[in-house]
């Protein structure tokens, strides 16, 4: 039978985690295949990966050097046979019927991304919170994406259809270390023509220890440049440097207060990151309270202790 959903899983280092990963997928009452690439693991992962292949064909295996999270996700793309992708990291799994939720609710209204809820769960302290997607037009999906205020930045707990995908080159950065989910889905949703969102938890992460999402928190500004620096050039490249400008702002305020504190990020942001954020944006066209962020930015950087 001809997988309907091409289920990709950048491996690295998944020796402990990526066996409940992979079963909780081959659980998953719908036609599917596994996608999984071993991005030059050098603990047990790789052997993990070929015995759990043995055993069901179902799953498909690639070994490749190590190029991080978006090269293994681009070669899972490449790779993927099912007319749709979904994504799931090698320490994450999901949660029964997780698959055929998603995919009634896709193929039910014909939507190209079709994105579901996911909980996460602090191994270090057991707590869990659950995020669910911003529902909304083009504008309200950028803007959310931008703030991180939803489980929409994320590549996880969603379809996206595989044709969409391809046709449009929509490619995961790579060497991007954090945000590369908000990369790709700021391209995804750009080609997109319909999406859904539902409430329904279907998708776990594990936080904790050594997790990517753990380390992204350590020099969170100055590993986020490269997310800064593509989303800038997202809003040229489409004309949405008006349209983004407010999110653009919070999305620097909000990224250097989480790793500076908020006194200390309004001294540290300079005149040439003001001068980024305010690029191409057409200020008369601007709410009049958006117009005042631009001037009080411009003269004294300073002023964005005020910003909410």
């Known amino acids: 039978m001809e997988p309907r959903i091409s289920v990709i899983i950048p491996c690295y280092q998944n020796e402990q985690t990526i066996e409940k990963a992979i079963g909780s997928v081959l659980d998953q009452d719908v036609p599917l295949e596994i996608v ?15 015995r759990l292949k043995a055993g069901d064909d179902r799953v498909r295996v690639f070994h490749q050097a190590n190029g991080g999270v978006g090269a293994a996700r681009n070669r899972g793309i490449d790779e ?9 990291d090698g320490d994450d799994y999901l949660l029964p019927g997780a698959l055929r939720t998603l995919l009634e609710a896709a193929e039910g209204e014909e939507v190209d991304i079709c994105c579901a809820a996911y909980t996460i769960r602090h191994l270090e302290t057991g707590e869990e919170e659950t995020h669910a997607c911003t529902p909304g037009d083009r504008q309200v999906i950028y803007e959310s994406l931008l703030r991180g205020d939803s489980a929409l930045n994320s590549m996880c ?15 995961v950065p790579e060497g991007v270390k954090v945000g590369e989910d908000v990369l790709f889905n700021l391209e995804a949703f750009r080609v997109a023509r319909t ?4 409430d329904r938890v279907i998708y776990r992460y594990e936080l904790g220890g050594d997790s990517a999402m753990t380390r992204a928190r350590t020099g969170l500004y100055r590993a986020s440049r490269p997310l800064i620096e593509g989303i800038l050039r997202f809003t040229h490249t489409n004309g949405l440097e008006t349209d983004l400008f407010r999110a653009v702002v919070d999305l620097y305020v909000r990224t250097m207060r989480a790793e500076y504190g908020r ?6 942001l300079t005149r040439t ?6 690029d191409g944006v057409k200020v008369s066209l601007l709410p009049a309270k958006q117009q005042l962020y631009v ?3 411009r003269f004294w950087p300073f002023l964005s202790i005020l910003l909410p």
Do not use: C, N, Q
């Open 273 to 278: 990151e003001v001068a980024e954020m305010t």
């Open 80 to 88: 993927a046979g099912g007319t749709w992708l979904f994504f799931l």
């Open 195 to 198: 999406w859904k969102m539902l």
């Open 36 to 50: 999984a690439v071993d991005d030059g693991s050098t603990d047990g992962t790789g052997a993990v990966l070929d």
């Open 263 to 268: 006194p200390l990020a309004a001294a540290r």
């Open 295 to 297: 001037h009080a930015l």
């Open 157 to 171: 707990a969603r379809l996206y259809r595989r044709e969409l995908i391809r046709e449009k080159r929509v490619r």
